[in-house]
């Protein structure tokens, strides 16, 4: 079972997308972050269902390397909402 698992609508990907840590297709239309506990064998089982169930729907797969890597795709998620906020013109 993934750690975390959440999705993302097109509106909120379009507006964090700059500051994402590697650069976004600009058609995404959806989002899915997911993080997986365990040994390197039960975090490459949960990548591997989650390729198989995206199949051909996914554009580009994000997988950040070392605890570095995970720490700067999860700030980014904190500032999600903030970045909707913005584009909303604060609300």
Request: net charge negative; aromatic share 6%; proline share 4%.
């Given at each position: 079972?993934?750690?975390a698992l959440e999705y993302?609508?097109?509106?909120s990907v379009?507006?964090?997308a700059g500051a994402f840590?590697?650069?976004?297709?600009?058609?995404a239309g959806f989002m899915v972050i997911a993080e997986a506990?365990?040994?390197?064998?039960?975090?490459?089982t949960v990548l591997g269902e989650l390729r198989e169930v995206l199949g051909a729907e996914a554009l580009m797969?994000?997988?950040?390397?070392?605890?570095?890597?995970v720490k700067a795709?999860?700030?980014?998620?904190?500032?999600?909402s903030i970045a909707v906020a913005a584009v909303r013109g604060g609300r």
């Amino acid at each position: 079972m993934p750690a975390a698992l959440e999705y993302l609508d097109a509106g909120s990907v379009a507006a964090a997308a700059g500051a994402f840590p590697v650069s976004l297709p600009g058609e995404a239309g959806f989002m899915v972050i997911a993080e997986a506990d365990g040994s390197a064998a039960e975090v490459e089982t949960v990548l591997g269902e989650l390729r198989e169930v995206l199949g051909a729907e996914a554009l580009m797969l994000h997988e950040p390397s070392g605890r570095g890597g995970v720490k700067a795709l999860w700030r980014w998620r904190d500032g999600v909402s903030i970045a909707v906020a913005a584009v909303r013109g604060g609300r």
